[in-house]
């Protein structure tokens, strides 16, 4: 049976074993899911041993990294294929139309937390070499293969391992399917992601909960104080006022504002998308260049006082806050992160205590040229799976592994990625299109097998 | 046995009482605990029927009223007793020392949801009556009672009541024990309340949540919003910038100031209860002015986007804030309601929209000359209560009740209050003094004993 029969055949063993896959609450951030997320360590390393000569489940300080090698050609190229097992909290749960953690077909999508962010585009990897290895007996080339299970939590086991690994790690190319399509219709690949700090902070007034009766008049508010800190974070033009924030911003090319403003893109269907009344954003700059080169702040979570059914007349004693900045060439995380925290506890008034103030990941953009031939290959591929002509993008999202591994090794970085922009990675009822996912196996398989003949 | 010597030998049998109704929880917001707060009502019914001829519960949308009479002396004065025996929510239970809704002891307090607003100060009524019935036989006047479930939730099914029933209710004076002393060792008189609005809103952006890669930038978030709208509630000497809401507040006289800052009461003592790095209020006004003559615009509640442990890169659909005015003479609820109101929508950017916007009560604050023999008659019994000279004192808090029943029957309003600006009314670790619980009950039986010899 020839590669593309062997494909089209498996269909429904792909889609239920993916569906497996699935189920496991892999959830990173939450203690109470460690097992699970063991567990889908487990179910991953088992998957690959039926077309890797060699598995490892290699234990960390939190979750376990998975790591895979047929290394049989030393003529053929290597390539590592790197993906994340771990998955978003599913919370707020009311809001899925089907539970979080099963898998649920409707309209031609895959519902389930996990679908596409990035348990289904780490499946359409293991689906593709299992294709490949079923019907040539081995893989076209050398292929290094890491799943870590931390994404979702700022990879710390991962850059440990990789610190203490490079060898083990090196190649010709760094393959990821972590990142999205321009649309429906247009595979794409990606040549360009944003960095991504995150931070947590507490804030302390009263000793504790008053009276707003009793007190209210003569006592600060933490509630207050946060909104009056985040109400500074941005200016009317929404520039981010960290002082020093744009400093090492590269400004972009015209050729490349040109190409990136000029893709099959429509920003009626972005705010389609998002469903907000009205855009905002910040001032000379388009859509599209707002999200994947542009520098953002960005509150993610942010509570305090009574959240319950009906009335409490209280003043609370704390309030917190997590936010995120997210960066671009040639931003410095550890600069940004000292940036914001000495600007955020500059502005906090003497009414009120810092308590807790942390970084909690820091991660670096990342941008290439997309010149090397593989990314031509990847182009072939995609059209391929894809009866289409790919397009060469950049992301808003972030994938710290990528620029790591680009700065350690200086070789390219393929990202086809499969996912679609209204798909709520990281929302309730998160999917993927099932046309993406069987398109997928089908331009990635095609690519390994490419490989072999460049 | 006479009155003083049966308050002294029963100490421990009202104590032990009071611990009976405390352990009731009785929480009135939530509807989890509907069946606990109708079974405080029966508790406040059975207590009563000791020492009057008739008692009632009576039903109503949301909790039942207990209301008693003794009315058996057409020569006496009738006075009528109002207090509440719902509490408010025990949240954060993790804060408090011992369990929020089991009585405990500790450096002579009395901890517990309730044990000073109100079920403890109600308990003084109940214990003084009891007194008074057990040694003199009778009680020494005409005494209705009005013990309400809804105090903390804004008090609909009292209004209800009141007014289809204000022959019932129409009495001589109206003495509560819902407020505080000014301090330890200073039993006072209040003669002023401040009004509260309670109000609640909710504004959505996206139409779910957002990764905050791919979108961030281009989109409006929800916590933003909300904090760029209340950083403009209150200027730089913390006026609130509510257009209007000054213009019905009465200013106070010469003399009332002179009275109100030369009470024995000191800012060190505020300061420490407070427990903050530093004070915050309203520019040109003293503390005790502040808190007790001058309305305010606080946030006791505000949430949205991820919560839990970790990170989570997310745009949030919607955000969500609880906050109140409290109000002074000759502010208007309904007025205020409005203003706010259309202040708040004129300020949201049409970004997002806000989808709720709710006034869950309203009410009208109070103050009143103390020139009527029953405040001279309330001043005496506490000084026979606790050894020492009462002083005439307004308050920060809210019995809306007090204000409906003054603008309906113009008599005086006794308000006798028991419980310490650090006592922790509506947060964990509530507690009472025993000490003022005691001499509570002697003073309340002294003063209605007194007020038949009037």
Redesign the interface.
């Known amino acids: 049976m020839n590669l593309t029969d062997y494909i089209e055949s498996h269909r429904n063993e792909h889609l239920a074993e993916l569906k497996q896959f699935l189920k496991i609450p892999s959830v ?4 109470e899911n460690k097992a699970d997320v063991e567990r889908a360590a487990q179910w991953v390393a088992n998957k690959l041993r039926g077309s890797f000569s060699h598995v490892e489940v290699i234990p960390t300080k939190m979750h376990p990294l998975v790591y895979a090698e047929s290394l049989h050609d030393a003529s053929k190229p290597t390539v590592l294929f790197y993906g994340h097992y771990d998955v ?2 599913p ?2 749960l009311e ?1 899925w139309t089907s539970p979080a953690f099963e898998p649920t077909e409707r309209n031609g999508n895959l519902y389930c937390r996990g679908s596409v ?1 990035d348990k289904g585009q780490v499946h359409i990897h293991l689906a593709a070499f299992e294709a490949l290895h079923k019907t040539l007996g081995k893989l076209p080339i050398n292929v290094k293969v890491l799943i870590e299970g931390e994404e ?3 990879s710390e086991s991962l850059y440990e391992f990789v610190k203490g690994n490079k060898p083990k790690l090196k190649a010709d190319a760094l393959v990821v399917s972590d990142t ?1 399509m321009l649309g429906p219709g247009v595979p794409s690949v990606t040549y360009g992601l ?1 960095g ?1 700090n ?1 931070y ?1 902070m507490e804030i ?18 933490p ?2 104080v ?9 200016d009317k033009n929404f520039h981010v006022t960290v002082p020093g924030f744009y400093d090492d911003v590269a400004a972009l090319s015209k050729a490349e504002r040109k190409a990136l403003n000029s893709l099959p893109w429509k920003a009626k269907d ?1 705010k389609k998308t ?9 001032k000379g700059f388009s ?1 599209v260049e ?2 994947w080169c ?3 702040f ?19 004693a704390k ?2 806050a ?1 936010f ?1 900045t ?1 960066l671009v060439p040639d931003q410095d995380p550890d600069r940004i992160a000292k940036q914001v925290e000495k600007y955020i506890r500059n502005l906090l ?5 810092c308590t807790m103030f942390e970084t ?2 820091k991660g670096k953009p990342w941008v290439a040229p997309f010149t090397h031939p593989y990314f031509k290959a990847a182009q072939r591929a995609l059209e391929h799976g894809f009866g289409k002509k790919a397009v060469f993008i950049r ?4 994938i710290p592994f990528v620029t790591d591994m680009h700065d350690t090794f200086k070789v390219p970085c393929i990202l086809m990625g499969f996912g679609l ?1 209204d798909e ?6 998160e999917h993927i299109s099932l046309e993406n996912y069987f398109g997928g196996i089908k331009a990635v398989a095609n690519f390994y097998q490419d490989l072999g003949t460049v």
Chains 1, 2 share one sequence.
């Not at 990173?28 to 203690?31: G, R």
């Not at 992301?395 to 972030?398: A, H, Y």
């Open positions: 990173s951030t939450k203690a978003q909290p919370e707020p809001l962010d979702e939590v700022g999205g944003r991504l995150y947590q302390s007034g009263p000793a504790q909960d008053l009276h707003s009766g009793v007190f209210g008049g003569a006592v600060p508010n509630l207050t946060l909104c009056e800190l985040f109400a500074k974070m941005h972005f998002v469903g907000a009344p009205e855009l905002c954003g910040e859509i707002q999200v542009r520098p953002t960005e509150l993610n979570g942010l509570w305090g006082g009574y959240m319950g059914e009906g009335a409490k007349t209280v003043i609370p309030a917190w997590k995120s997210r008034p003497n009414t009120v205590e909690l990941s992301e808003g999202g972030s922009p709520n990675a990281h929302a309730p009822d």
